[in-house]
C-alpha cells in the first residue's frame, strides 16, 4: 500500500480540487494514477513504487529490463496479498505501483469486488488472481492465454428467450470464473479488449473467433482496429447476460 505519509491533508485536498476534476476517470491506467498523485501530493517516483525481482531472472528478461506493473487493490485483502507474492515471485524485475481504490471514489466504483487488478506496460492483465508462472509467462507475450476456466470445456446453449438474464451475486460468481480481463458492463454484456503488433494479427484472431462463434451458434460484436480487437458479448433474445456469453467468452480466451 502506498505509505500513509503521502496522503495530503483535507485542507490540501480542497486546494486540488480542480486539477482532480480535469482528470476524470476515462477508464485510462495513466490518468487514474495522475488522480491519486495529485490527491495525495505524490512523493518523487522512486519512493512511491517498488522494484521487484531478484537474480535468478528466467529466459527473456534482461537485468536492464523493467516492468511497469501496477496494482490496484484494497487493504485487508488476501487475494490482493496472494497476488502482490505472485509477482514478486514470479523472477520478473518490475516497478510495482500499489493504489488502494478505496481513496479514490471513481476507481472504487469502477473496480468494486474485483480486486486486485493488475496492469502490465498499461494494459490490463489479470483480475482476481495470478500466479508467478501466469505472469512470467505474460510478461514474455502479453498474448498468451491464460489456463482456461472450466466454462470453456462448455457448449453454448441457444436461447429461446422467456428466461431472465442474470444479475446479481450469480453474476458476479461467474464474471470470477472466468476472469482473464473481460468487465461486465452494467450488468448487460461482457467486453474485453485483446492487443496486437499490428493489423494482420488482430485480423488473423478476429477470423479465428469467427469460427468459433460458427461452431458454438453464438456469436459476439467484434471491432477491429489497428493493434486491438474489442469483442462485446450478450444474447440479445433477451438483451442481457446468460451463461453462454461466459461461455463463449472462455473459449475466444483460448484463441491465438
Keep these: 500500500m502506498l505509505n500513509s505519509k503521502w496522503r495530503a491533508d483535507r485542507r490540501s485536498r480542497s486546494a486540488l480540487a480542480?486539477?482532480?476534476?480535469?482528470?476524470?476517470?476515462?477508464?485510462d491506467e495513466r490518468a487514474n494514477i495522475e488522480r491519486l498523485r495529485l490527491l495525495r501530493h505524490s512523493p518523487p517516483k522512486s519512493k512511491a513504487t517498488a522494484n521487484c525481482g531478484n537474480s535468478?531472472?528466467?529466459?527473456?528478461?534482461?537485468?536492464?529490463?523493467?516492468?511497469r506493473v501496477t496494482l490496484y487493490m484494497r487493504s485487508d485483502c488476501s487475494l490482493c496479498e496472494t497476488a502482490r507474492e505472485a509477482i514478486r515471485a514470479s523472477g520478473v524485475p518490475v516497478e510495482l505501483s500499489e493504489v488502494d481504490i478505496d481513496e479514490d471514489a471513481a476507481l472504487r466504483a469502477r473496480y468494486t469486488d474485483d480486486v486486485p487488478v493488475i496492469f502490465v506496460d498499461g494494459r490490463e492483465?489479470?483480475?482476481?488472481?495470478?500466479?508467478?508462472?501466469?505472469?512470467?509467462?505474460?510478461?514474455?507475450?502479453?498474448?498468451?492465454?491464460?489456463p482456461p476456466p472450466e466454462l470453456a470445456t462448455e457448449k453454448c446453449v441457444p436461447c429461446r428467450g422467456g428466461v431472465p438474464p442474470l444479475h446479481g451475486e450469480e453474476l458476479q460468481?461467474?464474471?470470477?470464473?472466468?476472469?482473464?480481463?473481460?468487465?461486465?458492463?452494467?450488468?448487460?454484456h461482457l467486453e474485453k479488449s485483446f492487443p496486437f503488433p499490428d493489423f494482420a494479427s488482430g485480423l488473423a484472431f478476429t477470423n479465428a473467433v469467427g469460427a468459433v462463434a460458427e461452431a458454438e451458434g453464438h456469436h459476439p460484436d467484434?471491432?477491429?482496429?489497428?493493434?486491438?480487437?474489442?469483442i462485446t458479448?450478450?444474447?440479445h433474445k433477451i438483451d442481457g447476460l446468460t451463461r453462454s456469453d461466459f461461455v463463449l467468452a472462455a473459449k475466444i480466451g483460448r484463441v491465438r
Excluded: C, N
Excluded at 535468478?56 to 516492468?67: C, I, K, N, P, Q
Excluded at 489479470?126 to 491464460?146: G, I, K, L, W
Excluded at 472466468?178 to 450488468?187: D, I, Q, Y
Design 222 to 230: 467484434i471491432h477491429l482496429a489497428w493493434g486491438s480487437v474489442r
Design 233 to 235: 458479448i450478450w444474447t
Design 18 to 27: 480542480g486539477a482532480v476534476g480535469a482528470l476524470a476517470d476515462t477508464g
Design 56 to 67: 535468478r531472472l528466467g529466459a527473456g528478461y534482461r537485468s536492464d529490463e523493467m516492468t
Design 173 to 188: 460468481t461467474l464474471a470470477k470464473e472466468l476472469g482473464g480481463g473481460w468487465t461486465v458492463v452494467r450488468e448487460h
Design 125 to 146: 492483465a489479470f483480475r482476481h488472481r495470478v500466479t508467478p508462472q501466469q505472469f512470467a509467462e505474460y510478461v514474455r507475450d502479453p498474448r498468451a492465454p491464460e
